[in-house]
């Protein structure tokens, strides 16, 4: 399997990367681009991403870290009629020995947050409702789903701390960002970890 062959499918969008590695996984080292569908994490988890790769219509490959792994995603995902143009089940150190590039996202802790809120923008994708209870001071509320349509009036120049409620949410918005060329982070334990520690929210 020619790694960069798959990349220039990828940059093209000839070829979708299904990543199915945890999110904690994907977060910290992934390929840009890659779509994150943890294998197993839900009932039905085959059943759903093949409906969703049908109405994508588009030639996919998975990216697991072995090939265990791949292999079950594969099974599972060819028990509903459809199979990847390709499986990449050596992990994102054989990728990137390859030539392939690799994006990742960094832990931040609320202590080393609340110390240099100075070198970050603060961006939290929790929930307009959510944000009721209190934000960071300084932060810039976007809903996690519309990052994809807001994050161009981002500064590329500046890091970013990410932040949600407990920081799952965090962690994909982080990588969306790091995918679109930013310096992304997402706060560990999100807003409740902050509030526990005792540090400072700000309330419209």
């Not at 009932?43 to 991403?49: F, I, P, R, S, V």
């Not at 150190?93 to 392939?100: F, H, I, R, V």
Request: hydrophobic content about 45%.
């Amino acid at each position: 399997m020619d790694v960069s062959q798959l990349w220039e499918d990828i940059k093209s969008r000839q070829l979708l990367m299904v990543d199915v590695r945890s999110l904690k996984v994907y977060s910290a080292a992934h390929v840009p681009g890659a779509v994150n569908v943890p294998y197993g994490g839900l009932q039905g988890w085959a059943q759903e991403l093949a409906q969703w790769l049908g109405q994508v219509d588009m030639p996919f490959c998975l990216f697991a870290d072995d090939a265990e792994l791949g292999s079950a995603a594969l099974l599972a995902l060819e028990t509903h009629g459809k199979s990847p143009a390709a499986v990449w089940d050596q992990g994102t150190g054989a990728w990137e020995a390859e030539g392939g590039p690799i994006v990742s996202v960094v832990d931040i802790g609320v202590d080393d947050l609340k110390e240099n809120l100075d070198r970050y923008v603060v961006v939290d994708v929790r929930e307009p409702i959510e944000w009721r209870t209190g934000t960071i001071p300084g932060a810039i509320k976007i809903p996690l789903g519309q990052l994809p349509e807001k994050w161009e009036s981002l500064d590329a120049g500046r890091e970013y701390a990410v932040v949600c409620a407990h920081g799952n949410r965090s962690l994909r918005g982080a990588s969306f960002l790091a995918d679109q060329g930013f310096e992304a982070g997402s706060v560990v334990g999100g807003m409740a970890s902050w509030s526990d520690a005792g540090h400072p929210v700000e309330h419209d």
